[in-house]
């Protein structure tokens, strides 16, 4: 059993479009995470939520809307995308200790690539 | 100044040999660290995690952590071609912030 899944893994989509990721997790986690990948490697935190309560928002366009309806799920949602976005996106969790200490879960990620 | 450094390699050695990974970092605050390793197209997985100075073994891994210096180490001994991965450091004092990755492969 996958313990943090996400889908899809891959997206190819056109500039503009809207897109959805998924993430699912079944670790009994109260904290859960959206992290972006850049071609370098950079992974950056992007989102964090606890108990379904938004507790970071990093600098973001606000045409990316994350989503938690309930502690085991976290969807992201994307508006008119564009090129920057092309990257690979990652979903984690932690209990709620695991925040501060670091040790997160992460799903196989969803490669998006906007063309 | 990144709060995180890490140099991305690609760095290649033969198998066996003893590998040592880095990262510097510039803020006080960091409490806990942490090495993840990431395969090809795969999420991060935790692979060490130390709270603190001082030195914590795993096997043929050992993590080194030197607060004065602001100075991380892992540590791999008789590197076999399954550790080539991406191996990223990651620091907290209440927020996550990795560094960027060092890209290893261990050649047969």
């Known amino acids: 059993d996958t313990a943090v899944s996400q889908t899809p893994k891959y997206l190819v989509t056109q500039m503009g479009n809207d897109k959805s990721i998924k993430c699912e997790q079944n670790?009994?986690?109260?904290?859960m995470y959206w992290y972006k990948q850049d071609s370098k490697k950079f992974l950056k935190i992007m989102f964090s939520y606890n108990n379904k309560e938004l507790i970071i928002n990093e600098t973001v366009p606000n045409r990316f809307s994350p989503k938690s309806p309930d502690k085991a799920h976290l969807n992201l949602h994307i508006n008119s995308l564009e090129l920057g976005d092309s990257a690979v996106y990652f979903c984690?969790?932690?209990?709620?200790?695991?925040?501060?200490?670091?040790?997160?879960?992460f799903g196989e990620g969803s490669r998006l690539t906007v063309l | 100044q990144k709060e995180v450094e890490q140099d991305p390699g690609p760095l290649s050695v033969p198998e066996g040999a003893i590998v040592s990974l880095n990262c510097t970092y510039s803020n006080s605050a960091f409490q806990y660290f942490m090495w993840y390793r990431q395969y090809s197209r795969k999420g991060p997985e935790l692979l060490m995690y130390t709270y603190s100075s001082g030195n914590k073994e795993d096997g043929r891994f050992t993590a080194q952590v030197d607060k004065s210096s602001k100075y991380i180490s892992l540590f791999i001994r008789d590197s076999q071609p399954s550790d080539s991965a991406t191996y990223l450091c990651?620091?907290?004092?209440?927020?996550?912030?990795f560094g960027q990755g060092t890209e290893l492969s261990v050649k047969p």
């Open positions: 984690a969790s932690s209990q709620e200790t695991g925040a501060s200490t670091g040790e997160l879960f």
């Open positions: 670790l009994g986690h109260d904290t």
């Open positions: 990651a620091m907290s004092g209440g927020k996550l912030i």
